[in-house]
C-alpha cells in the first residue's frame, strides 16, 4: 500500500469504530486515508473493546461486528513489529512498549505518528515529555 499518511494507534482505531468516543469524528477522517499500524492492532483493539463492552459502554454485537470490519479494512497496512523491537527497548524509560512500536514504526516509515486519543497526549514526538514516563524524555531521533 502506498501513499501512506500516517501511523495511527489502537485507541484512534477504537474511537473510529466506537461511536461516541472522545475524537470519533476525526478517528473516522484519519482512517479514510492509508494509515500503518502494528501488525498486532487487532488484538489491541479487541481489547478495548472487550473493556467496554464489560463496562456497558459499547454493546457486544457491535464490538464484534467492528472486529470483523476493522480486520477487512483496506486502507489500514499492518506491519510485523518484530523488527521494531531494538528501538522499542530504546524507548523503554520513556514510554511503555505497546506506545513504543507506534513510534517506532513512524520513525522506520518516515511518516507521522499520530498520538493516542485516550485523552492523553499517549506517546510524545521525539523530543516531548511523556504524561506516562514520570517526566522522562524521549531520546532524539534521526532525521
Do not use: C, K
Amino acid at each position: 500500500m502506498g501513499g501512506l499518511t500516517a501511523v495511527v494507534d489502537a485507541a484512534l482505531v477504537v474511537d473510529a469504530f466506537s461511536g461516541g468516543r472522545p475524537r470519533h469524528a476525526e478517528a473516522v477522517r484519519l482512517l479514510r486515508s492509508p494509515v500503518a499500524v502494528p501488525a498486532l492492532i487487532d488484538i489491541e483493539v479487541a481489547s478495548a473493546f472487550r473493556r467496554l463492552v464489560r463496562h456497558r459502554r459499547l454493546d457486544a454485537t457491535t464490538a464484534e461486528t467492528s472486529l470483523l470490519v476493522l480486520a477487512a479494512h483496506s486502507l489500514i497496512s499492518r506491519h510485523p513489529y518484530e523488527r521494531h523491537l531494538p528501538r522499542v527497548w530504546q524507548l523503554r524509560e520513556a514510554m511503555s512498549p505497546y506506545d513504543a512500536v507506534y513510534v517506532a514504526l513512524a520513525e522506520a516509515l518516515g511518516i507521522p505518528s499520530r498520538p493516542p486519543t485516550r485523552g492523553s497526549p499517549g506517546p510524545p514526538p521525539p523530543t516531548a515529555t511523556s504524561t506516562r514516563s514520570a517526566g522522562r524524555r524521549v531520546p532524539r531521533l534521526a532525521a
